[in-house]
């Protein structure tokens, strides 16, 4: 199984920036991307970003498109998620994931399903 392990939440100013890591312990046959989903308390769990292995290609929400940046590496097995300016609409507890194949990019940012592996959570407080 994926294991994997999230860090660089904090708490930060509006119009701030954080960089969240998340660790994999390895790349399975049915890992087909890693994304970060985030939670606000009484909310579902939404989408914010995704890369997908063969191909890089990115996704994001439209509510982060232009203020977050998703990359990772290989080497390190680690993924990033750069978040620019921040809002305090973006306070959320953030997971790192990983997805099985095959990935369907319109199916994955709407559904959990397909997200085999998760994160522990990692808390974004983004101060107004």
């Known amino acids: 199984q994926v294991q994997l392990v999230e860090s660089g939440g904090g708490l930060v100013q509006a119009g701030g920036s954080l960089r969240l890591s998340c660790a994999a312990s390895r790349r399975t046959f049915s890992s087909s991307a890693m994304g970060w989903f985030r939670q606000a308390p009484g909310k579902e769990r939404e989408f914010v970003a995704a890369i997908t292995w063969s191909g890089d290609s990115t996704y994001y929400a439209d509510s982060v498109k232009g203020r977050f940046t998703i990359s990772r590496d290989d080497a390190k097995n680690t993924m990033y998620l750069q978040m620019n300016s921040l809002k305090p609409e973006d306070t959320a507890v953030y997971y790192c994931?990983?997805?099985?194949?095959?990935?369907?990019?319109?199916?994955?940012?709407?559904?959990?399903?397909?997200?085999?592996?998760w994160g522990q959570g990692t808390q974004v407080t983004v101060s107004s």
């Open positions: 994931a990983a997805h099985s194949s095959p990935f369907h990019a319109s199916q994955a940012m709407s559904s959990r399903s397909g997200w085999n592996y």
